[in-house]
């Protein structure tokens, strides 16, 4: 028997009984997930800032770094630090400069490509235990993060009325072909130890978001509404969270 035979029959199985039985109900459920590193050395978790580019209809660094400490006041056991976010993209340029890298790195990176010119800033080891003593050694939390305005060419399904020659009505879908416009996010959350200013931890997302073209959508929204999708991996590396279910019960 095949595994989507076995499934088949499964959910034929339990349909059935469902129906033979006088009634059931749903029962919440919590499945805890643990988190991908111990962080039970650190009391404190400092959002350090962000090297962010794309556009500028948003500020990255700043809505990222508000948004991620708010985030762990309520869902994280660590103590936040309010600071001013740090300059991370002078930082990035002076140690270019100083290894004698090729090419200018552009004032607001446009695209990866672009924004890996800034990447040597985070395996300045000594620049990172340096904020590390200043801010009481904690859980640094910095990255990068790219919205960029996005387009595409898709077919989309929509319904619509028609009539037959009788006047009865019916609605059927409807296959067009039209263009979309929106944001692509692509967050990259580097955890760092302020200890010993070494990388402990990296994760990376994409998210993208899409409208018809005449849809004003402006692009705060949608830089929250992809930041929703993308905190739940975030908050997973740092605490244990919950995924909420249901369960049936047969009566």
Aim: hydrophobic share 40%; net charge neutral.
């Amino acid at each position: 028997m095949t595994a989507q035979l076995a499934r088949t029959l499964s959910s034929v199985a339990v349909a059935a009984l469902t129906a033979a039985c006088a009634s059931y109900s749903e029962i919440p459920i919590e499945t805890p997930i643990r988190p991908t590193m111990d962080v039970s050395a650190f009391q404190r978790v400092l959002v350090a800032g962000f090297i962010s580019g794309g556009t500028d209809d948003v500020d990255g660094n700043l809505e990222t770094t508000r948004l991620l400490r708010s985030q762990l006041r309520t869902k994280s056991g660590l103590r936040v630090i309010d600071s001013d976010a740090l300059p991370l993209m002078e930082v990035a340029s002076e140690g270019r400069t100083a290894a004698g890298a090729a090419g200018q790195a552009p004032a607001t990176p446009k695209d990866e490509k672009e924004m890996d010119l800034y990447s040597g800033v985070f395996a300045n080891v000594e620049y990172w235990k340096k904020i590390g003593e200043e801010y009481q050694q904690p859980l640094i939390v910095t990255g990068t993060v790219l919205f960029t305005p996005h387009q595409r060419n898709s077919i989309v399904q929509r319904e619509e009325e028609v009539y037959d020659s009788f006047g009865r009505r019916r609605v059927v879908p409807v296959r067009t072909y039209m263009e979309r416009k929106g944001f692509v996010l692509t967050p990259k959350f580097i955890f760092i130890d302020g200890r010993t200013g070494t990388v402990m931890h990296s994760q990376s997302a994409r998210e993208e978001i899409l409208y018809n073209a005449n849809q004003a959508t402006p692009a705060l929204s949608s830089y929250f509404e992809l930041m929703d999708r993308v905190l739940p991996s975030f908050l997973s590396a740092l605490s244990s969270q919950k995924v909420k279910g249901t369960r049936v019960l047969l009566q």
